[in-house]
């Protein structure tokens, strides 16, 4: 009897250890299952918002080129054109026979100050679409060169600071330098025209491996609402560029006072 008792109570013992290593068998499937799903989601997830910012990226681009190609028109037509066709206009009148020696000596004079206007617009649309300056003394220089232009032509206090000047800047191609300088560009341009701001500084820090550049305004500066909601092509054209440097930028929204933005990158 007591040997029966025995053999029903292994039994259940050896049932109930099979009916828990069965449970933990299925358990751990099931989570091995969902765990891999939730994995190949997650991926799916991530190819998809990879896919999306790389159209992104592609749209910024071709948005940005249509952008430059109308606004090089636009300068062409409104700088150029105009003025050579009425430089055009002076050179028929000079064919005049009927005009006096005073006449033709002014239209002369026009003539010449048209032409000379005309040069003038060329290097400034040429100047525009590739610095000479960055190409032959470097973006530090560039950097000065158009902090003064943008301060001269806009009545603006532009202070820029850099106690490494062109050194901070040797180890970079030609072709981060030439984003960077694109940035800065695009930060003066919406300080001016959009924030209406009266004061810009802008400088670098640095350690040892990384820099840091820093771009302050005194305009009414960004809020969450405008990054995330309001953002145009010219924010996201800044991201893709730092992005195409490896660069981390950081838009410090709800400042007390004014604008400022940061972007830290690799000096080495």
Request: with cysteine.
């Amino acid at each position: 009897m007591i040997n029966q008792i025995d053999n029903i109570d292994l039994i259940k013992s050896v049932a109930f250890t099979f009916l828990t290593f069965f449970i933990v068998l299925v358990t751990l499937v099931v989570f091995v299952y969902l765990s891999r799903k939730k994995m190949l989601a997650q991926r799916l997830k991530t190819k998809e918002l990879e896919l999306q910012i790389q159209k992104d990226v592609v749209n910024i681009i071709i948005n940005t080129q249509e952008q430059e190609r109308s606004r090089i028109a636009r300068d062409l037509h409104d700088d150029i054109s105009s003025k050579l066709n009425a430089v055009s206009m002076s050179i028929h009148l000079l064919k005049r026979d009927t005009l006096s020696n005073s006449d033709r000596a002014e239209i002369s004079d026009n003539t010449l100050s048209a032409c000379q206007l005309i040069a003038e617009s060329s290097r400034r649309i040429a100047h525009n679409l590739m610095p000479p300056t960055l190409e032959n003394v470097g973006l530090h220089l560039a950097i000065e060169e158009l902090c003064k232009n943008f301060s001269t032509a806009e009545s603006i206090a532009i202070c820029y600071s850099n106690p490494m000047e062109q050194e901070l800047f040797q180890h970079l191609s030609m072709e981060h330098q030439i984003h960077l300088y694109r940035i800065i560009q695009e930060l003066i341009n919406n300080s001016i025209r959009h924030a209406k701001a009266s004061e810009i500084k802008l400088w670098f820090e640095y350690t040892d491996q990384m820099a840091t550049f820093i771009y302050t305004d005194n305009g009414p500066g960004i809020t969450n609402y405008q990054l995330t909601n309001n953002g145009g092509i010219g924010l996201r054209n800044i991201y893709s560029r730092a992005d195409m440097i490896q660069a981390v930028p950081h838009f410090h929204t709800n400042e007390v006072k004014g604008f400022k933005f940061t972007l830290k990158f690799n000096n080495l």
